[in-house]
Nanobody, 125 residues
Framework: VQLQASGGGLVQSGGSLGLSCAAS????????MAWFRQAPGKEREFVAA????????NYADSVKGRFTISRDNARNIAYLQMNSLTSEDTAVYFC???????????????????WGQGTQVTVSS
């Protein structure tokens, strides 16, 4: 499965931005999809995950109430809507797929076996 992340860019603090992750195969609609991010000099960290049905979501505490993950299985696309952005959200954002659907470990980057190339999000203060 190939994942293509897009939608990054430069936004002012307090603004919003939406990311998309397009999967190359329809089987991706049966996988957990997630977003991670990596800031300069820091490890890649979990942002949000969504079950293959879309019925369950999981968020990092730092983004709860501001970010929303969703998916459109008919189009094989996962989304991340980011609101109330701050400079702390500046990072490269990666989408990922877990083909084994290990929901109990949805925040663990080690369970994700496919990754997109990343898209830069920069929030100016």
């Amino acid at each position: 499965v190939q994942l293509q992340a897009s939608g990054g860019g430069l936004v002012q603090s307090g603004g919003s931005l939406g990311l998309s992750c397009a999967a190359s195969e329809r089987t991706a609609s049966t996988y957990i999809m997630a977003w991670f991010r990596q800031a300069p000099g820091k490890e890649r960290e979990f942002v949000a995950a969504i079950s293959w049905t879309g019925g369950s979501t999981n968020y990092a505490d730092s983004v709860k109430g501001r970010f929303t993950i969703s998916r459109d299985n008919a189009r094989n696309i996962a989304y991340l809507q980011m609101n109330s952005l701050t400079s702390e959200d500046t990072a490269v954002y990666f989408c990922a797929a877990d083909t084994f659907n290990t929901w109990s470990r949805s925040a663990d980057r080690d369970v994700y076996d496919y990754w997109g190339q990343g898209t830069q999000v920069t929030v100016s203060s």
